[in-house]
């Protein structure tokens, strides 16, 4: 008889000994990545860019940063990072809030490696008016040989839903903001949208976006055409997705659950939709998710469109 069995304990690698025998070194703690934390905080809030810059490990590092797109996407060096923070640090004031380190948002990558991830602030002030940005974040530390302190081997930072508002000034001798922009207001620029497209019209679609500060990223759109920011180009691209015979739009209903309100002259309204496309006697189903940031704008009567994504599922 011969009965073998892994027992509980399972199968473990065992730690070889090095640096002449010494064993290695402890976990990164969380009071190390609370001083990288506030080493980064103080440099940014300081206007630092060579500081912050100086924050991030020389080799095998990336930063994905907050207002960086696509097309900023190989940040691996100090000259593309110390480029980033001249951009992002160019505001006259910024306050960054971070939460606390706990052993809950941060995650052991080995000896020399922790990850810190969750959801941060930053209060922009530029030319007197402050924007709000609310972000989700993941600081990968490295603990490097000769260095006092935790390195940024990789930093990714991603705007959340909420996005970018503009923290609103009591204006007008005193008197509060606007209320926010209410369910009907929205439903009835959703209506506005439908009625437009369903008559084919180009015309009328297009003057529903408004006329400055505007992004569409059509249905059919590719990254080639991801510059339709202006009335031409809006006007271009119903040109052609209105060019069929009949189309169907069937929108969701507008609830307090599909739309976000984003300062008191902004929501953004997302959902899925679904197009009945028919030309030339074929009719094809498109099923797409949608975002729709709405703007109130003195002197419009009705909400104009400022930002429309759409995404075939």
């Known amino acids: 008889t011969h009965n073998s069995g892994i027992t509980p304990q399972g199968v473990t690698v065992v730690a070889k000994k090095r640096f002449g025998g010494a064993p290695p070194p402890p976990p990164i703690s969380v009071e190390e990545v609370a001083a ?3 080493a980064w905080i103080n440099s940014v809030q300081q206007l630092d860019v060579d500081a912050t810059t100086l924050l991030y490990d020389t ?14 996407k190989l940040r691996n060096n100090h000259a593309l990072i110390h480029e980033y ?29 922790v990850i810190f991830s969750d959801y941060y602030t930053f209060e922009l002030t530029k030319h007197g008016k ?35 508002t503009v923290v609103a000034k009591k204006r007008f001798g005193g008197a509060p903001p606007p209320p926010p922009i209410s369910v009907e207001e929205v439903a009835a620029a959703r209506d506005a949208w439908i009625n437009s497209v369903q008559q084919l019209d180009v015309d009328a679609t297009t003057l529903l976006y408004d006329t400055e500060n505007v ?10 055409n991801k510059l339709r920011n202006n009335h031409a180009l809006i006007h ?15 929108f969701p ?17 997302s959902d899925y939709y679904t197009f009945e496309l028919t030309k030339h006697g074929k ?11 709405y703007r109130r704008k003195t002197g419009h009567q009705g909400l104009l469109i400022a930002t429309h994504n759409s995404g075939i599922t």
């Open 85 to 113: 923070f001249t951009h992002f640090l160019s505001n006259d004031k910024i306050v960054a809030k971070f939460p606390e380190v706990t052993e809950d948002n941060i995650i052991q990558l080995g000896p020399n490696h």
């Open 283 to 293: 009719t094809r189903m498109a099923k797409a998710k949608f975002s729709y940031v």
């Open 215 to 224: 992004r569409l990223l059509g249905t059919v759109d590719t990254e080639d």
């Open 59 to 72: 080799e095998n590092v990336r930063l994905l940063g907050t207002v960086d797109t696509e097309d900023n």
């Open 253 to 269: 209903e507008v609830t307090e659950d599909n739309i976000i309100q984003l300062g008191p002259n902004h929501v953004i309204f």
């Open 130 to 164: 402050t924007r709000m940005a609310k972000a989700k974040f993941s600081y990968v530390y490295r603990r490097k040989t000769g260095h006092q302190g935790l390195l940024i081997a990789t930093h990714n930072s991603g705007i959340t839903p909420q996005g970018v």
């Open 36 to 38: 990288a934390r506030d």
């Open 236 to 250: 271009e691209y119903f040109t052609h997705f209105l060019s069929n015979d009949k189309i169907v739009a069937k």
